[in-house]
C-alpha cells in the first residue's frame, strides 16, 4: 500500500509534514506511523478513520502535542510544535489547542459553569462573558451550570466538555471519539454542536471517529491504514464511508494473509 499524502484546500490550522512514529523495538518494534503527510484546514471540520491498528489515534496525539514523533513535523498554524519543551507543549495546548475526549475528563467537584472556565482559570485568563453566553445557550446548558457532572446525563457531561474545550477560542479543537460513550441521541446532539461550531464560529476540527454517521457530519474524511494516509473523501455521507471502510479492511486482510505464507 503506497502512502497518500493528503493536502485540503485554504490556510492550514494544523499540519503534519512526513511524520513516522514507532514503539518498541526489535521484534517487538510498531511502527504506527509511517511517513504521514496531511493538512487540516482552517475552519473545517476533518474525521479521521481507519481499521483497528491504522495509526488515527497516534496521528492525533502527535498533531495536539500528546505525544512525540520520531521523524518529521508538527504545526499547529504557525506553531512549530516538534521539539517544543515540556513547558512549551503545555503552553501551546493551553493557549492553541482545544480537547474533547471520549471519557469526558470533567472534575467531578466542579460545577458545569467551573468545568467550562477550568481552562481559562488555569491560564489566568478573563473569560469574555458575552462569548461565554453564547457558547452555553449554542449546547443547551444554560439550566444546567450549577450541576456538578454527577448530576448530568452523558450527554450533558460531553456538551460540557465541547464547550470547554470552544470557550477559549483555540486554533483547533481534537476530538477523540466524542461519542464513543453516548447514546445515539445524546451522540447525534455532540455531533451537531460540533457541525454548528464550524459552519457558525468558523472553529476548525479534527475528530477520531470509528462511526460511519459521525464521520457523515464532517467536510472531509481522511483515511488511514496500516500507519500511511490511504485516501480521503469530501462532502462525506455514513454509506460512503461505510463502504470505503469495508475496502480497506479488505486490504489489510489480504495483506496479512501474504504476510502469513
Not at 492550514?12 to 504521514?36: F, H, N
Request: proline fraction near 3%.
Amino acid at each position: 500500500m503506497t502512502t497518500a499524502v493528503s493536502t485540503d484546500r485554504g490556510e492550514a490550522a494544523a499540519r503534519a509534514t512526513d511524520v513516522w512514529k514507532v514503539y518498541g523495538s526489535g521484534e517487538a518494534q510498531v511502527i504506527a506511523l509511517r511517513g504521514v503527510t496531511a493538512e487540516f484546514t482552517k475552519g473545517r471540520f476533518t474525521a479521521i478513520m481507519g481499521p483497528s491498528g491504522s495509526g488515527k489515534s497516534t496521528l492525533m496525539h502527535c498533531l495536539a502535542g500528546l505525544d512525540y514523533t520520531d521523524r518529521g513535523e508538527i504545526h499547529i498554524g504557525d506553531n512549530l510544535v516538534t521539539g517544543l519543551s515540556d513547558k512549551g507543549l503545555t503552553l501551546l495546548r493551553r493557549e492553541k489547542v482545544g480537547f474533547i475526549f471520549q471519557q469526558f475528563n470533567l472534575m467531578p467537584t466542579l460545577t458545569a459553569e467551573e468545568n467550562i472556565l477550568l481552562p481559562l482559570s488555569i491560564g489566568k485568563r478573563k473569560p469574555d462573558r458575552a462569548w461565554f453566553d453564547q457558547v452555553v445557550d449554542t449546547v443547551g446548558l444554560r439550566d444546567r451550570l450549577s450541576h456538578k457532572p454527577t448530576e448530568l446525563s452523558g450527554g450533558q457531561q460531553q456538551r460540557v466538555a465541547c464547550a470547554r474545550a470552544l470557550v477559549q477560542r483555540p486554533d483547533v479543537i481534537f476530538a477523540d471519539e466524542p461519542t464513543g460513550n453516548l447514546d445515539s441521541k445524546s451522540g447525534t446532539e455532540v455531533l451537531k454542536f460540533l457541525r454548528r461550531s464550524v459552519d457558525d464560529f468558523g472553529q476548525t476540527i479534527v475528530m477520531v471517529t470509528h462511526d460511519p454517521v459521525a464521520a457523515s457530519y464532517a467536510d472531509r474524511v481522511l483515511f488511514l491504514a496500516d500507519g500511511q494516509v490511504v485516501d480521503e473523501m469530501f462532502d462525506p455521507t455514513a454509506d460512503r464511508v461505510l463502504d470505503e471502510l469495508k475496502r480497506f479492511d479488505e486490504i489489510v486482510g489480504s495483506a496479512q494473509g501474504e504476510e502469513r505464507r
